[in-house]
């Protein structure tokens, strides 16, 4: 197998990628946050300031972990805003998601 | 086959636990304010397996994490791994062999400033491309080991020893622009060895797309200089649990690239439904050889591997990780199964003030 068929192989899994991506967009998602957890609530639409500055900069890399101790949410954005580059706004906000 | 961002023959000292140890203290001293703040201890132990050509390997892994909020605007933070590692015996001998690897990824001070401006200095994580500072996690990669080209940088350590800025260039509601500019220092110190280099990293990310472009450069700045340059895309439409991220780098004796994709589906229950926790992934990469020099740890010949994997995201912060891979390169066409489970776990380093 050369490189020329890696390339075809990419170029059929973006054409497929991009199929699945529009039916599911055509579909109404059915997720609801059952349980106080950021990851339920990652599901979720946003409802929020700081549900959106979760997804658009936590969750581009990791899921978010199963709920944790609110003693450590601070430790958690202070990691957030140096590795997102966050402001203080964010930080804010995020806590207010982290604890309602 | 290893992880290619675990460096095992980096820091192979015991003394790393006494640092990890010197760490968790100074966070003990400096911790003091809000009831929120109290450091934590996260990361992940897995369990991996690894069928390579036929050889079946296995390596236990635990990556600890401590991160220290310190006042208003400092954060101290490390991570580690300690690695057990059994490799079948080589000539038609049976049983074995085992070798561990204890060390720090990195040990860093942050002092964020603004969100403009953010310095980091020590031993710190080299933001070339995307994949040593973002997915090298246990607890966030989706496969097992590490693209081909996730070294390729300056340092093939994956990390440098200096100073960092980094920050957010321009924020507006359409997009925004971060960088990184870092300096290492060359260092022969067994815990903290490092290439002296630079470089910097310029990322631009639209928002109502989920869509990030980023370019990366860095130069080595020792013996035989060198230059590298890397180009990331990443693409997250919203509103689905599709990702795909893609990585390019050059450096001056190869290249290569990778391009991954996964997906969860929400039709069947949401993500927490047990359909919605299968996400199935496609990796595929190529490295090329563009002279006879191997010294940046990609593959010797051109090798082109493709990635089939199927993860489970279980309750309780465990994931099951499976894929088969096909590689193909002049030195021999190769099966790679790997399987895995990773569990991610995240608490207080001590029990602090309720807030």
């Known amino acids: 197998m050369n490189s020329r068929h890696f390339l075809y192989v990419a170029l059929v899994l973006a054409v497929v990628s991009a199929l699945a991506l529009a039916a599911q967009q055509s579909s109404t998602p059915a997720t609801q946050p059952t349980k106080h957890s950021a990851a339920h609530k990652q599901a979720a639409q946003p409802q929020n300031e700081g549900e959106r500055i979760f997804q658009q900069n936590c969750a581009r890399c990791h899921n978010a972990p199963e709920g944790f101790s609110p003693r450590i949410s601070g430790a958690i954005l202070r990691h ?21 | 086959m290893f992880r290619t961002d675990l460096h095992l023959t980096r820091r192979p000292s015991a003394h790393t636990i006494g640092l990890f140890l010197f760490v968790l203290a100074a966070m003990a001293i400096a911790h003091h304010g809000s009831a929120q703040n ?49 490799s079948p015996k080589g000539g038609n ?74 920050g957010n260039a321009i924020q507006r509601s359409k997009y925004s622009i971060d960088y990184n500019y870092y300096y290492s220092t060359r260092s022969a110190n067994e815990q903290f060895s490092a290439s002296r280099g630079s470089g910097g990293r310029a990322c631009l990310y639209l928002p109502e797309q989920r869509l990030e472009v980023g370019f990366s450069y860095d ?27 893609s990585e390019f780098a050059r450096g001056q004796h190869a290249q290569g690239y990778w391009v991954e994709a996964d997906y969860r589906t929400k039709a069947f229950g949401g993500l927490d439904s047990p359909i919605g926790r299968i996400e199935p992934l496609f990796r595929m990469q190529q490295t090329f050889r563009l002279d006879t020099i191997a010294s940046d740890g990609l593959p010797r010949v051109n090798t082109q591997r493709a990635d089939f994997g199927l993860d489970y995201n ?10 088969y891979a096909r590689q193909f390169s002049a030195s021999g066409n190769y099966n790679i199964w790997e399987t895995g489970i990773v569990y991610r776990f995240l608490f207080p380093a001590w029990k602090g003030k309720q807030p």
Do not use: C
């Open chain 2, 38 to 86: 109290t450091p934590l201890i996260s990361g992940g132990v897995a369990f991996f397996s690894s069928t390579y050509a036929g050889s079946t390997s296995f390596y236990p892994i635990i990556e600890p994490l401590l991160a220290a909020p310190l006042g208003q605007h400092v954060l101290v933070e490390s991570r580690a791994a300690f690695l057990e590692f059994y």
């Open chain 1, 80 to 100: 957030m805003r140096v590795r997102a580059s966050l402001s203080q706004h964010d930080e804010e906000q995020l806590l207010r998601f982290f604890n309602p």
């Open chain 2, 219 to 245: 130069r080595l700045l020792q013996r035989t200089h060198e230059n590298f340059y890397g180009a990331h895309v990443w693409w997250e439409p919203k509103d689905t649990a599709f990702r795909l991220r």
């Open chain 2, 314 to 323: 279980l309750p309780h912060n465990t994931r099951i990780l499976t894929s």
């Open chain 2, 93 to 166: 001998q049976s049983g074995y062999d085992h070798s561990h690897f204890i060390g720090l990824t990195y040990l860093q001070g942050d002092y964020v400033a603004s969100r403009h401006f953010t310095i980091v200095a020590g031993d710190y994580l080299i933001p070339f491309n995307t994949y040593n500072d973002r997915l090298s996690p246990v607890w966030i990669g989706n496969f097992q080991d590490g693209p081909l080209i996730a070294n390729l940088n300056f340092s093939s350590s994956g990390s440098g020893l200096g100073g960092m800025l980094r």
